[in-house]
């Protein structure tokens, strides 16, 4: 008995390769947008906690000072949140905006792995390593 | 000004470069550090960490938009972040050492750059090239949806690209833009990469190479939080209303004066840096 004739298949189902990494991409798409709304939204909410204590003091970025430690370390960042400062939660929205697309790379890393392709495997990782010296390792206290 | 003005005018500024940068394809990062230091006094290292932060905002925001269009090729992306974040790293770092004046000397001559390019017609690309042996052996060739169906595209020139890659990488960790013009140079001249596809893929990349430098900005105190809250919100307001009204018949003399703006900018920086005013 011959064989039922396939259903017709969209053009992208031929190339085999871009296909599974189409799958992929639009997962980690998704992530992304995900991560910057979060993001967003803490940054939004500790924002409407500064205004609300500091809108009438003067502002001045004229003169370049650097950050006191709770706004540059992840661990001062943390202790300001807990210290219910408004800067400190601005902060920790700009710190899950940096690991969103750290969060993308460590994702890709299992992609290709399911994919059994070691060579990118090796690449993402190696991706993956400078994203995390620059945001621990460069650091002067975690 | 007190904080309450500071806010809502960096917002407003924002939100209008990131809605133009979104709108003419030439991104408003490149805008912003300008504009903050030149209308604001703003010190550029508390200007690029805020620019940083709102690169990578725009460019992970906008990237599920790309993917459904189906043109990025994520292993092109994946390998060429690794020349990105190298960059990107080796750029962070050198901003923390050179002085201020330099800085805005280099960024002036970038935003010239960025100024010719956009007035400068896109190269035909050439189809049918044959497939280079560095390329394949690294799977970067692929294929995109086209108006006759699945186009199929071979890369080519991959350690200038590479090599071109690194250079973006570290002018991005330096200057705190997404340098978009940097990587046209790389994917769509020396790598021979499809339009659509090189731009969608760098969209991609740039979040990933900001992130890269953005860590050591962060621990270094360039980050103010004051800054780039209003920074950040209103670049990713504006260029995610900029990407849903995508007109194309408008956008040709939007872009002329954007690189007006671009080009005016740029000398002003220029001026700036050689007679130490920044």
Known sequence: MPAAPAPARPPHMFQPQPWRDRRMELILGNLLRSGVLLSAAVVLWGGSIYLFRHAHEPANYRVFLGEPSEFRTIRGVIQSVINGRGRGLIQLGLLLLIATPIARVAFSVVGFTIERDRMYVGFTLIVLAILLYSLFGSSVGV | ?278
């Open chain 2, 1 to 278: 000004m007190t904080v309450l003005e500071f806010t809502a005018v960096v917002a407003v500024v924002s939100f209008v470069a990131g809605f133009l940068g979104s709108l003419t394809g030439l991104g408003g990062g490149v805008v912003l550090v300008p504009l903050l230091t030149l209308l604001f006094h703003v010190d550029i290292r508390y200007a690029i960490g805020a620019s940083l932060v709102s690169v990578i905002a725009t460019s992970s925001g906008a990237a599920a938009a790309y993917v459904k269009e189906g043109f990025s090729n994520i292993r092109i992306g994946m390998f060429l972040e690794i020349a990105t974040t190298f960059g990107a790293l080796l750029g962070a770092f050198l901003a923390t050492r050179i002085p201020t004046s330099a800085l805005a000397i280099i960024f002036g001559a970038v935003l010239l750059y960025s100024a010719y390019l956009s007035r400068k017609p896109r190269p035909v690309a050439q189809r049918n090239l044959p497939p280079d042996p560095l390329a394949t052996r690294l799977r970067l060739n692929g294929s995109f949806p086209d108006l006759e169906g699945q186009r199929s595209y071979n890369v080519q020139h991959v350690p200038t690209g590479f090599s071109l890659m690194f250079g973006a990488g570290a002018l991005s960790g330096l200057l705190g833009i997404g340098s978009g013009a940097v990587k046209v140079l790389a994917m769509d001249q020396a790598m021979r990469i499809p339009f659509k596809v090189s731009t969608t893929t760098s969209n991609f990349m740039i979040g990933v190479t900001a992130a890269a430098s953005a860590g050591v900005y962060l621990s270094r105190g360039y980050v103010d939080p004051g800054l780039a809250m209003p920074v950040m919100l209103g670049v990713l307001a504006g260029s995610l209303l900029g990407s849903r009204i995508l007109v194309k018949a408008e956008t040709k003399s939007l872009r002329l004066v954007f690189s007006l703006v671009i080009l005016v900018l740029g000398l002003q920086m220029l001026y700036k840096g050689f007679w130490g005013k920044i």
